[in-house]
């Protein structure tokens, strides 16, 4: 029979070094908030179900936890913060439910992999009652030092009660703590709080194993997969850690990047095979692009569907609701906002194009703006499949530009314009023959007299 297995998930901590105005585990690495990537690495390892202890924050924190996978997750807030031996008891209740296994995870180490949680779990079915992960630290300061004898751990020794000696140990708790779910309760209940921080240090639930003869051991997972966040420098160090995989991934897949370094992915980024990606592109949320597309440099994408083909920047910017069909292009300067774009259509440069719908084979001249905004409302405009529209054109929604239909540039487009029309929306051209020098000598007159004044 499937071991049944809940992930206790930590999440309450004061974060003060953050210095932040919201729950730490809200700021996002690969624009996915931290705890979301916790609950769904707990979930890709099979776990049953999810404790989540939270701290401020508390509806946006489990409603940000809960996205993404269907394990529950059922909440329990931690008020007073103890200490993470005191954060696990606060779920008491839950891991009285009954569960084979128990696994803590922190919400603010957004790396830990599936994998390593299989590993230590099956340490668990293999026999050991309590399974650390951990690893070897660059610089072990300020962590939980993992000491063994004889294949066994016997003890974590956090930082600020370890000896010289203990010190110079460099394996370290990497905070993933596997237990029995039926010896759970009573294991953490005899967790004291007294040390330096007067905290209840989960860490101290080998010590307690140890005497009552269970068996502990720690496993060794990469250092990255445990990095933790206490501040922004170090959440921007996950994050490159993060991008770096995410990038690697995207080109084994088959995507190319000329200089992957300056590429930014985000965790639902969708490429397509054979897609080329200049150097500085911005992949915000919600991007997808199809096979063949090229994203030239300079392009800053969010919530946009590419189709397979297309040509976008350099320098485009592709805001959310934004649909573009097989082999449109985008150019230079262009913002596209909630507008669809018809297969083989060019909007090439600086143009506006919002709340919109451009029928395919359209040809959108430069600087052409969709005049959606009263002040008070959005509306739409609807451009038909094969129109023209000349350069420096205003097209004032609601308004429909039918089917083939050509409008001249510099207009200010304010009515409908039926299939096949010629448009033109704008004062007549006078030439006045002669009339540059009389200007010119008019204007110098002018000049003159006020410079005498
Ligand atoms: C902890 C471990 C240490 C390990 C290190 C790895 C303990 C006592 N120490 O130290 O062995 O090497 O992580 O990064 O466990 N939290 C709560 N409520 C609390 C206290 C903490 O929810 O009352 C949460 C925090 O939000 C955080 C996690 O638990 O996500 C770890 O707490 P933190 O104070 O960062 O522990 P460390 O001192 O880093
Ligand atoms: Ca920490």
Redesign the pocket.
């Known amino acids: 029979m499937a071991r049944t297995c809940l992930a206790v998930v930590?999440?309450?901590?004061d974060?003060t070094r953050m210095k932040s105005s919201r729950s730490k585990v809200l700021h996002t690495v690969g624009n996915l908030p931290l705890i979301a990537h916790v609950t769904r690495a707990a979930a890709a390892a099979g776990v049953s179900k999810i404790a989540l202890?939270v701290g401020r924050d508390a509806a946006l924190v489990a409603e940000t936890a809960r996205s993404g996978h269907d394990v529950p997750v059922a909440t329990v807030e931690?008020t007073e913060?103890?200490?993470?031996g005191?954060?696990v008891l606060m779920a008491r209740e839950i891991i009285n439910e009954g569960f084979d296994d128990i696994v803590v995870l922190?919400?603010?180490a957004p790396l830990i992999n599936p994998e390593s949680l299989l590993a230590a779990i099956s340490q668990r079915a293999s026999g050991a009652d309590i399974v650390v992960l951990g690893f070897r630290a660059a610089d072990p300061t300020g962590?939980?030092r993992l000491i063994e004898r004889d294949g066994e751990l016997i003890a974590?020794r956090?930082h600020k009660e370890a000896s010289a000696d203990e010190r110079a140990i460099d394996f370290?708790?990497?905070?993933v703590i596997t237990f029995s779910g039926t010896e759970a309760a009573s294991l953490l209940e005899a967790i004291g709080n007294d040390n330096a921080k007067g905290e209840y240090?989960?860490?101290d639930i080998v010590e307690i194993a140890r005497t009552r003869g269970l068996k502990c051991v720690a496993i060794e997972a990469s250092e990255e997969d445990m990095m933790?966040c206490?501040t922004r420098a170090e959440l921007a160090e996950i994050e490159a850690v993060w991008q770096a995989r995410a990038r690697h991934a995207a080109m084994l897949s088959g995507v190319s990047m000329i200089d992957p370094a300056s590429v930014f992915l985000s965790h639902d980024t969708e490429l397509g095979n054979d897609v080329t990606i200049e150097p500085n592109v911005w992949f915000g949320p919600g991007v997808s692009v199809g096979a063949a597309a090229t994203i030239h440099a300079y392009s800053h994408l969010e919530g946009a569907d590419i189709g397979p083909g297309a040509m976008i920047g350099p320098f485009a910017r592709l805001r959310p609701g934004t649909e573009l069909a097989a082999k449109t292009k985008v150019g230079n300067f262009c913002e596209i906002k909630k507008a669809k774009i018809g297969a083989g259509a060019k909007v090439n440069h600086l143009s506006y194009i919002g709340d919109a719908v451009v029928g395919a084979g359209a040809n959108i001249g430069a600087g052409t703006i969709t005049c959606n905004y009263d002040g008070q409302n959005k509306h739409v405009t609807e451009v038909g499949a094969g129109t023209f529209i000349g350069s420096n054109s205003s097209l004032v929604a609601p308004v429909r530009i039918g089917d083939g239909a050509y409008v001249g540039s510099g207009s200010v487009i304010t009515l409908d314009v039926p299939d096949n029309a010629l448009a033109i929306g704008r004062a007549r051209q006078e030439t006045k023959p002669g009339r540059a020098e009389r200007l010119r000598e008019k204007i110098a007159a002018i000049k003159a007299l006020t410079k005498k004044a």
């Open positions: 930590l999440a309450a901590g974060a202890v931690q913060r103890k200490g993470t005191h954060a922190y919400g603010d962590y939980g974590i956090e370290c708790n990497g905070g240090y989960l860490t933790g206490n």
